[in-house]
């Protein structure tokens, strides 16, 4: 009976019990995923805090490069500006110098159809550097050592002053040159002297005689440092004292749109 007892009350026992542990396990895993749950949501917040930090600098980035392509579009804009204005410049400065070849070539023209009686012992009209040259050899113009012009050498200004008084806008340089044998006379102390009164004398006689404005004349000597012949012979020399009459066009126009004065145009 005592026997039958104790299992009974073993059997209650254990019914008991065994409830109450599966609760209890239930609970700790219950409570473990809920933990595990709660980790994994703090690191999937933490990926999504870590997404929006990125999205926010490369919007940042973006807006940067935006203003950055902002301001090379008005570079390039103000880049194709300044082509094209200085393709305008360049253009203008071509016409321009086109102009004034042409205008020299068509001055040298007229002044040897107007000099056509001399022979090229005499004078010699060509162009160089842009500019026309008349140059007068000593036996058109002067005595040996004197710096009066000859009758032969009045005819000849009186040509080119025709000329200069029809043609305001030339400029006239007078350069008087010799050969390299020293001079020693009463009237000239040396070359530098000789050259220099002779280019005043054709200046004079252009202003004085055929009224051409003082006002376009330069007159200066260049004495034996500028040959056009070697000194050592006598022929050379005879080419090395000479008088030229340096004309070139005004370039007015051409210089104003070299200094950027386009003002007008």
């Known amino acids: ?45 933490d990926q999504l805090a870590a997404q929006q930090d990125s999205i926010t600098r490369l919007m940042g980035n973006v807006s940067a490069l935006g203003n950055v392509n902002e301001a090379t579009n008005s570079e390039l804009n103000m880049s194709k500006e300044q082509v094209a204005a200085q393709q305008k410049r360049l253009r203008e400065l071509q016409r ?6 042409q205008n020299t070539e068509a001055l ?13 012992n005499q004078l010699t009209v060509f162009v160089k550097n842009g500019k026309v040259y008349v140059s007068m050899q000593e036996s058109l113009l002067f005595p040996s050592g004197s710096a009066v012009v000859n009758p032969a050498g ?8 025709g000329v200069l008084n029809t043609s305001n806008d030339i400029n006239v340089d007078i350069e008087g040159h010799t050969d390299s044998i020293p001079i020693h006379n009463k009237m000239y102390a040396d070359n530098w002297a000789l050259s220099t009164a002779r280019a005043t004398s054709i200046a004079h006689v252009l202003i004085d005689e055929y009224r051409v404005p003082p006002t376009r004349l330069i007159a ?37 749109v070299i200094r950027g004065n386009t003002a007008g145009k």
């Open 154 to 161: 009045k005819d000849a200004l009186a040509k080119v002053a």
């Open 220 to 256: 200066s000597g260049r004495s034996q440092y500028d040959p056009v012949a070697s000194n050592s012979t006598e022929a050379g020399r005879a080419q090395n004292r000479r008088t030229e009459i340096i004309l070139e066009p005004k370039l007015d126009e051409l210089m104003n």
């Open 96 to 101: 321009l110098i086109d102009m004034q070849q």
């Open 1 to 45: 009976m005592k026997t039958i007892v104790y299992a009974l009350t073993f059997i209650l026992t254990t019914a008991m019990i065994f409830p109450s542990c599966v609760a209890k396990r239930k609970y700790v895993a219950a409570q473990s995923e809920a933990a595990r749950q709660r980790e994994h949501n703090k690191q999937l917040s």
């Open 108 to 120: 040298r023209a007229k002044i040897a159809a107007a000099l056509v009686g001399f022979t090229a």
